[in-house]
T-cell receptor, first 112, second 119 residues
Framework: KQEVTQIPAALSVPEGENLVLNCSFTDSAIYNLQWFRQDPGKGLTSLLLIQSSQREQTSGRLNASLDKSSGRSTLYIAASQPGDSATYLC???????????FGSGTQLTVLP | GAVVSQHPSWVICKSGTSVKIECRSLDFQATTMFWYRQFPKQSLMLMAT?????????EQGVEKDKFLINHASLTLSTLTVTSAHPEDSSFYIC???????????????FGPGTRLTVT
């Protein structure tokens, strides 16, 4: 059974810092990996999707990398802003049913 | 593109009543829809997977008689919480996947969620 772990569970940084969020998964046979953002009481916003054949994706200040063989992904946020404060979720699609398995999330606070 | 809507966005009901939540794919055909629930400070847990025109597949520990899922068309799935109790209070989120042009059929597109409070 696929398991997804995110470290750290919470992170607080001053505005302007670059930061890295980590995600690991136990079964490397994935179809893709996604990073989501969730604001309190809200739904999910998809940030980046990396196909299993890709190694990274970039969107603005966000860069996500994927090392499928080692079961790891990182989300790099450059020049963090208070508006980046949210919970960031990592999820992988795997298995015959193409199920999405979520990590428990990293709660990010960027202090002005 | 790839918009998924949910209705209602929030609902309060009395214990013992039933509540129906709708999930619609607005601009693509959703061959598969997923229902998740999320408790405060926790991540999303998959409840069930439904394919259009067939019965839903429930995850272990999810009562299929309590959480009725119907996926009668390629754009609509409904989740009915029957005889709701306070412990059913949660955030319910649906997602949809399907094919539309070049869209990846395995990518899930998420609705905005429905906050259910059972008093």
């Amino acid at each position: 059974k696929q398991e997804v772990t995110q470290i750290p569970a919470a992170l607080s940084v001053p505005e302007g810092e670059n930061l890295v969020l980590n995600c690991s998964f136990t079964d490397s046979a994935i179809y893709n990996l996604q990073w989501f953002r969730q604001d309190p009481g809200k739904g999910l916003t998809s940030l980046l999707l990396i196909q299993s054949s890709q190694r990274e994706q970039t969107s603005g200040r966000l860069n996500a990398s994927l090392d499928k063989s080692s079961g790891r992904s990182t989300l790099y946020i450059a020049a963090s802003q208070p508006g980046d404060s949210a919970t960031y979720l990592c999820a992988v699609v795997s298995g015959s049913a193409r199920q999405l398995t979520f990590g428990s999330g990293t709660q990010l606070t960027v202090l002005p | 593109g790839a918009v998924v809507s949910q209705h209602p966005s929030w609902v309060i009901c009395k214990s013992g009543t039933s509540v129906k939540i709708e999930c619609r794919s607005l601009d693509f055909q959703a061959t598969t829809m997923f229902w998740y629930r999320q408790f405060p400070k926790q991540s999303l847990m998959l409840m069930a997977t439904s394919n259009e025109g067939s019965k839903a597949t429930y995850e272990q520990g999810v009562e299929k008689d309590k959480f009725l899922i119907n996926h009668a068309s390629l754009t609509l799935s409904t989740l009915t919480v029957t005889s709701a109790h306070p412990e059913d209070s949660s955030f319910y989120i649906c997602s949809a996947s399907g094919t539309s042009g070049r869209r990846d059929s395995y990518e899930q597109y998420f609705g905005p969620g429905t906050r259910l409070t059972v008093t």
